[in-house]
């Protein structure tokens, strides 16, 4: 009888485990999801930018203005989002190195394919409502870019490339700890 009672305590242990593990497995899933570390695909709208033609620099796309066209995509409702297949995340960025845009560190070149899962019905009409994206039409429309939009039934998007982080601090540690406390390198 005591061990009938310790084998049933211990198989209900065991499916509370096994709910509490399901649990964090899908929670760790769904931050992959939102923090861009995992692949992705859903419905949305595939943008395709370029130099003004001509090749003259001021009508160059710039890290910036695709930054701002991102940020408006995010604002107007997008889940996820990639330039040239670089997926946009937290520790990611878009920048210019001279004349070259890089996103993630990574070297991309025009015309600049900017991939956003999200409602395909919506999402380009919240794009222009949005302030970003008042900024960026502002902008095709100043520089001359070549700007072209379509609706797009499954975009297939990869995980964004996994960055060491280089100095993280603790939430919960002691503010008036000694710099050798103050955070740590992976």
Do not use: C
């Amino acid at each position: 009888a005591d061990l009938t009672r310790s084998n049933a305590a211990l198989a209900s242990s065991s499916t509370k485990n096994q709910g509490e593990l399901d649990d964090m497995e899908t929670r760790v899933r769904r931050a992959e999801l939102v923090s861009g570390f995992s692949a992705v695909h859903g419905p949305g709208v595939r943008i395709t930018v370029d130099d003004r033609p001509g090749g003259e620099v001021d009508g160059e796309v710039l890290d910036e203005d695709l930054a701002t066209l991102v940020d408006g995509l995010f604002a107007a409702g997008a889940e996820a989002v990639a330039i040239n297949d670089q997926r946009i995340n937290p520790l990611g960025g878009i920048r210019n190195t001279n004349r070259a845009v890089h996103v993630n560190g990574r070297p991309v070149n025009a015309p600049y394919v900017v991939s956003a899962i999200g409602d395909p019905r919506t999402l380009q009409a919240r794009l222009v409502e949005t302030y970003q994206g008042q900024q960026w039409f502002a902008r095709v429309n100043n520089y001359g870019f070549v700007y072209a939009a379509e609706n797009v039934d499954d975009i297939r998007l990869p995980a964004a490339p996994e960055r060491v982080l280089r100095d993280v601090i603790e939430l919960d540690a002691d503010p008036n700890s000694g710099p050798e406390r103050e955070g740590s390198s992976p």
